[in-house]
């Protein structure tokens, strides 16, 4: 499972909200509510949150591996 816990503590240290995604990066509206829900988004989404928040991968996303049945 992806999880973006990490997004949201990078943009708190970064005094970042989601309007600053949608105005300096142009995330769409439909692309936070997907990133607020855990859905999946592009890798150009990644990358466009990468340069907003001046950070690499590990600040926007972790992975989590589903608990063995």
């Not at 466009?48 to 063995?68: M, N, Q």
């Amino acid at each position: 499972m992806i999880s973006y816990a990490p997004l949201w503590q990078t943009m708190a240290r970064r005094g970042a909200t989601t309007y600053t995604l949608q105005v300096k990066g142009g995330v769409s509206s439909s692309t936070i509510r997907r990133l607020k829900a855990g859905e999946s988004v592009s890798t150009n989404t990644l990358d466009a949150l990468c340069k907003i928040l001046d950070c690499t991968l590990e600040g926007i996303i972790e992975y989590i591996p589903d608990e063995p049945q």
